[in-house]
């Protein structure tokens, strides 16, 4: 769910496969992140390593889909 204390559950178009998942803090720094995907439509996000605050995660699919959206981290 979003808002988190810790991971966050993505949901994707089916038979989607990720190539890269990039997350930002507002100011546009890359953070590093921990990801992995569970199936062909639910990825999951670690925030572990995040600070409490708002981000901006970017996914790449395989064939070259791009997908974004906001977190918000507890």
Do not use: A
Not at 13 to 33: A, L, T
Not at 50 to 68: E, N, R
């Amino acid at each position: 769910p979003n808002p988190s204390e810790n991971d966050w559950q993505i949901q994707l178009p089916k038979n989607s496969y990720i190539s890269h998942i990039q997350v930002f803090d507002p100011i546009g720094r890359m953070q590093n992140i921990t990801w992995e995907q569970k199936s062909q439509e639910t990825c999951f996000i670690s925030g572990s390593g995040l600070s409490k605050g708002w981000y901006i995660v970017q996914i790449t699919t395989t064939s070259g889909q791009h997908f974004s959206g906001k977190l918000l981290k507890l």
